[in-house]
């Protein structure tokens, strides 16, 4: 890169074009493509999420490819291998599964996209891309914490809960893992030579709404009143998510466990996550440093 700007500084301005792309990794060996967009509610058309996911993924490899650079390492999604399974979900999924496009409720928008996007990567790669070295990581919810007042929208979880907009926890889980360990990940992805040509999942364990809920209860005593502490049938989400838009996405994931194994980015990257109850207590404690809840 020029030597006015640093080597990690990329300006939205360079950003409009495939040429201001190409500008922007020329010069470097290792791209991490991190952007995707993750709406707070379900958006009307797939479209709105899909298009950027896949068509901005491209543009990055492309670029990539032609200014000589030796991987890109891409944020994909837990969304890419877990969903769509019906009754027959893998468990633990790994990174040999692959999320099934069929029109099953919790096929969302924004699970598309994650595919969609991956998946036209690795077609890239092993098509007109040939050459370049790509690497996946796939992460679970993400908490921990947060840098600002504008989070990504899987804050939300937390923010539901210690704002007293939910009566109840719904019967709803996820699979925790700590942003910072995130990061982690694509950094020892980057330049460890195994992680050519892999996906990761990364994630610590299965937690419920209402284990979230007991663990800020107990951490931050000065918000328990606005935290739940009793759960709410199925039935009750559904009437909450006609005025609270985000309560929407939690519809598909009612009495569903999705178990994933991040057996090879331990065995692979040398990946150590923190504990799901890290993630939660750190996000909380920012979220309420920055006066959002």
Same mark, same amino acid.
């Given at each position: 890169?020029?030597?006015?700007?640093?080597?990690?500084?990329?300006?939205?301005?360079?950003?409009?074009?495939?040429?201001?792309?190409?500008?922007?990794?020329?010069?470097?060996?290792?791209?991490?493509?991190?952007?995707?967009?993750?709406?707070?509610?379900?958006?009307?058309?797939?479209?709105?999420?899909?298009?950027? $996911?896949?068509?901005?993924? /491209?543009?990055? *490899?492309?670029?990539? &490819?032609?200014? #000589?650079?030796? =991987? %890109?390492?891409?944020?994909?999604?837990?969304?890419?291998?877990?969903?769509?399974?019906?009754?027959?979900?893998?468990?633990?999924?790994?990174?040999?599964?692959?999320?099934?496009?069929?029109?099953?409720?919790?096929?969302?928008?924004?699970?598309?996209?994650?595919?969609?996007?991956?998946?036209?990567?690795?077609?890239?790669?092993?098509?007109?891309?040939?050459?370049?070295?790509?690497?996946?990581?796939?992460?679970?919810?993400?908490?921990?914490?947060?840098?600002?007042?504008?989070?990504? $929208?899987?804050?939300?979880? /937390?923010?539901? *809960?210690?704002?007293? &907009?939910?009566? #109840?926890?719904? =019967? %709803?889980?996820?699979?925790?893992?700590?942003?910072?360990?995130?990061?982690?990940?694509?950094?020892?992805?980057?330049?460890?030579?195994?992680?050519?040509?892999?996906?990761?999942?990364?994630?610590?364990?299965?937690?419920?709404?209402?284990?979230?809920?007991?663990?800020?209860?107990?951490?931050?005593?000065?918000?328990?009143?606005?935290?739940?502490?009793?759960?709410?049938?199925?039935?009750?989400?559904?009437?909450?998510?006609?005025?609270?838009?985000?309560?929407?996405?939690?519809?598909?994931?009612?009495?569903?466990?999705?178990?994933?194994?991040?057996?090879?980015?331990?065995?692979?990257?040398?990946?150590?996550?923190?504990?799901?109850?890290?993630?939660?207590?750190?996000?909380?404690?920012?979220?309420?440093?920055?006066?959002?809840?």
């Amino acid at each position: 890169m020029p030597a006015s700007r640093s080597r990690f500084e990329i300006r939205a301005a360079d950003l409009s074009s495939d040429a201001g792309w190409a500008e922007a990794v020329s010069g470097v060996d290792f791209v991490q493509h991190v952007a995707s967009p993750i709406p707070l509610t379900v958006p009307k058309n797939a479209d709105e999420l899909i298009i950027p $996911a896949r068509d901005g993924a /491209l543009r990055v *490899l492309r670029a990539a &490819k032609a200014a #000589g650079v030796q =991987r %890109v390492v891409m944020t994909s999604s837990m969304a890419a291998c877990a969903y769509g399974w019906g009754d027959r979900r893998p468990n633990p999924v790994t990174e040999e599964h692959w999320s099934q496009d069929n029109g099953a409720p919790d096929m969302t928008p924004y699970i598309r996209s994650k595919l969609i996007a991956e998946r036209a990567a690795w077609d890239y790669v092993e098509g007109e891309g040939e050459g370049l070295e790509l690497t996946t990581i796939n992460p679970a919810l993400v908490l921990g914490p947060v840098m600002s007042g504008d989070f990504s $929208a899987s804050v939300e979880i /937390l923010t539901q *809960l210690m704002s007293g &907009k939910l009566p #109840g926890t719904p =019967r %709803v889980g996820f699979v925790v893992v700590d942003v910072r360990d995130v990061a982690a990940a694509h950094v020892a992805a980057m330049t460890n030579p195994a992680a050519q040509g892999e996906r990761f999942l990364v994630g610590d364990r299965f937690i419920w709404f209402r284990d979230v809920a007991e663990i800020l209860t107990r951490e931050f005593p000065g918000h328990a009143s606005k935290i739940p502490s009793k759960d709410i049938p199925g039935w009750m989400v559904h009437l909450i998510a006609r005025i609270n838009p985000p309560a929407k996405q939690l519809i598909p994931e009612l009495n569903r466990e999705r178990h994933i194994s991040s057996e090879k980015a331990k065995r692979v990257l040398g990946w150590t996550p923190r504990t799901s109850e890290e993630a939660v207590i750190a996000g909380a404690r920012t979220l309420i440093a920055f006066g959002v809840v």
